[in-house]
């Protein structure tokens, strides 16, 4: 039984051509791990930084805003890639076409979920929390913070008993780093804090 399932599969398989082959491990693949982080999310456990730091990477080597280059965002773009991908070289079997479609698609993708998340973490932070509570205490930094105000970074912080993910700059001389400790000096805005690293 198990011989003839690996055998009929083995033809399905070599039926397909090498574009078709990618585009199958691509969005097989991508699919996966995004159901894998849905369920981790749901279990209370979300964090991009569970795959890597990939996110902390992608904004520091690119300058683009970190809310766009995120682990879901990534893997929602080779989702879409690779199903797009395939449906549109099923019906004209023109690898350029299917690749340019496929390519726009998962950038669309890509800016839809950056925007969605925004959105939801902006609701997160409505008039039901005062986050002039937060001053004083303790956080963890989630995405590396540029020194002397020169860019945004992120940090998780416990505010009236539920946890925040803000942004956050800081005065210090150099970066603060994924992982380290902070205190929160003062609140510029609604979602914006300015931290320093605990000596």
């Known amino acids: 039984m198990t011989f003839t399932l690996l055998s009929a599969f083995n033809g399905w398989w070599t039926s397909h051509t090498t574009i078709e082959q990618v585009l199958w491990i691509t969005a097989v693949l991508a699919t996966i791990l995004l159901a894998v982080q849905a369920l981790i999310g749901f279990g209370g456990g979300d964090h991009d930084d569970a795959f890597g730091h990939v996110e902390e990477a992608s904004a520091a080597d690119s300058g683009i805003d970190y809310q766009f280059i995120t682990v879901k965002n990534l893997l929602a773009f080779f989702a879409m890639f690779g199903w797009s991908g395939l449906g549109v070289y099923s019906s004209t079997h023109n690898p350029v076409t299917s690749l340019v479609v496929a390519l726009v698609a998962g950038l669309i993708t890509m800016f839809l979920m950056a925007w969605i ?51 956050a700059i800081t005065d210090d001389a150099t970066d603060i780093n994924t992982g380290d400790m902070v205190f929160i000096k003062e609140v510029l805005a609604s979602d914006l804090l300015i931290v320093a690293k605990h000596n």
């Open 117 to 167: 998340f925004k959105q939801m973490n902006k609701l997160q932070v409505d008039g039901t929390m005062d986050i002039k509570t937060a001053i004083g205490k303790g956080a963890e930094v989630y995405l590396k913070i540029p020194a002397n105000r020169s860019g945004k970074g992120k940090v998780h912080v416990t505010i009236q008993s539920s946890l925040r993910e803000l942004d």
